[in-house]
């Protein structure tokens, strides 16, 4: 059988297998798997198990592995192929409150209208099943399992993943692989298949202003000494000038133009700022003049206040001048911006503003550079031409908002890119009562892994 | 006997009176009339009713007058004189607590080391009595009560005199008089004797700012969707400019240069603006370069943030753009600041920072004009030089940074301009545990009354 031959051979088996393949999707969502509930740690011990006896009965070498959290779930094929591959997915869930807005018991699956319903159905284990059905269909096809392919399921994603990043550096050599696969992001808006291949960075920032050593009487006192709120608005204010550029010195090093591809690709994607923001009540792109709205929020740095807080703020009037002024500030980072050189020149920034009877004090709240993944790697390439051909779409290259912490973490403890690959929909209403995920994505998703498994771990 | 005969009588017969009227400041000391605790209603009436026996026993004529909240005591003289006098004082305190902070109890006055130690020692009661001390005198030698007088004692002052408007309103014509005297206020910080003749006005203002219909994640949004604290702080911020004056548009039409004679007075007092500011761990004024410390917080007007909240504020971090932000700005005002024009100016130069799909939105608090007395009125200086006799140190005309309500009440609904005199000194511990009152003060502030209604009353 030629290469094709057996392709063709692994996805008619996805279609033959379509409702075993939901009954073994819905046996996984009746475990309420709520990480972040302590009443549930042994419902998410029994997801794992149940993963763990999944992939063992494929062939895996499937274990798991204890944290001082919730489980992972490590399983590895034998070694060999073209390029050795880590698969992650999450087989913890949301919280389901408040209950009563759900149409159906959260954990007690439906199937209708093409699609299936329940928590978790989306985010993760609908996503990550795709993958595991891909696996299945090569072993009936090949006799053997894809090889080099290790999978990493994770049950705290839902929960702050506080064991993830030791559990890395601990099995770093494990589960170091020539490439991440990432099961846990969607289609574009358009239900366009996408490949996400930047993130933005983030740097977190709390600033506390103290001036008088109480609260004074704005009367006694106003006019004469110095206000912290006041500072601190014109330290803020100064962050950015009146174009919307980010004045801190030194702010825009590393920050990458667009390639000729990239923005062939993101200006295919149609983005319509105005009406990306008229879902949220506004209509106004407030970046730099001459960008477009995904260079916006994928590509473009940001300055942001997400927090502040001062003096009187409860009903009615106090004529104070406060003792002190916080701030929580936070940069997305694009690029090769460097998270410590930024937050020590937002320090900087804010001492200029700082006149010399107040003090100021930091605390640090995170620092992850962008991730840009190296798209010349074949791997994206590969992915995409088989993302097209399962879709019948033009498969893009996209950037993201915010940060993904897993594909850092790769890149920095694993020094591995990540192509992150997913199939849920803007309107899966993960996190919310009705979660639910398209039988379509499920499907279309196993068959996408069937083709791009094919061309990743096949030699040529 | 001439005036000067009866004016040495009346300070004969206070200096011989002093334990007596020591006695009777102790009687009224007793009542626990807090006002703001309705479990002390009943004596807040009781410290009323002990006023209106004690002016009814001098020969005033005095009743209780109810109001929807503590009563107000009215008395009256007989009329006649060169002038008609109001004469101001609160007869209700400040609560407690912390009680154990007390050296004693706070209602069982102590005398020692020259000082009287109670609750409302010396705010307002032991104030109140000075000027009641000098009409017991007046009486004592003249055989009649100082004529064309009115007293007013208040029960809610410290409650936020939520009955003083309406009462003054209705009781107009029977309250208005040539000039008032308010007993409420101190000797300037050295101890030299002091009249207020101005105070600042003051224009409370809330603003909302609100963005997005709901709180936005800064990874999907940011850079693309308007924050809110950010139009904040940089409306803010642009209300003053690099020097710290005040950028609106005709803010400073109305603010007056000092007088020759002000500039005099207020240089003399030697005020130390570092000094000042070391007291509460500050160090450096803010105001205008070329201004005095005492311009800076009596004849200058402010523009001050006294609170401002808005996103996420708690423990940790969180990327959020938040939906709305919030400030509590206030302007103090000098001169002929009109505080509806400043509001209106404020208004409009929020409004220019908030772009077209966001929406801001007003809350107004207080608005009253800065009251500057007409000290061409030959009572100041009556008033100046009587003080200056009694306490043998140069009165001074100063400032008040801070808005004194009942003299613009006075102004706007008696039309009579205030006389602000008073006897505390700065280490009276007012609010606080262990208030107390110098036997000085009581004293020589019923000599300093005696004296001032010689020369306020008699002709010529």
Redesign the interface.
Known sequence: MTDQAKLDAMLDALDQGRDAALNRLCDLLRIPSISTDPAHKADVRRAAEWLRDELAGLGFQASIRDTPGHPMVVATSQPGGARSILFYGHYDVQPVDPLHLWDHPPFDPQIADGQIRARGASDDKGQLMTFIEAARAWKQVHGALPPGLTLLFEGEEESGSPSLVPFLRDNADELRASIALICDTGLYADGRPAIATQL?G?V?Q?VVIR????D????????????P??I???A???L?DDSGRITLPGFYDGVRDLTDQQRADWDSLNFD?PE??SR????????EQGRT?LE??WS???A??????????GE???????AE??A?V?F?LVGDQNPQTIRQAFQDHIRRFV????TVEFHD??ASPASHMDTSDPAFDTARAALTQEWGRDTAFIG????IPIAGDFKTILDMDSMLIGFARDDDRIHSPNEKYDLDSFHKGARSWARILAGLTLPG
């Open positions: 933005r983030l977190g709390e001036a008088a050593d109480r004074l009487h704005s009367g006694s006192f106003g006019g004469l000494a110095a206000n709120l006041m601190l608005c014109r803020l204010a100064a950015k700022a990306f923001l949220v009540g506004l209509s106004q792109p407030i970046g709205g916006m929020i473009q740095p940001t942001e206040i997400n927090g502040l807080s001062g003096g009187y703020t009615g009037f106090k004529t104070v001048l406060p002024a916080r929580k936070s997305r006149p010399a009877d107040c709240h995170g993201m908002g915010g940060s």
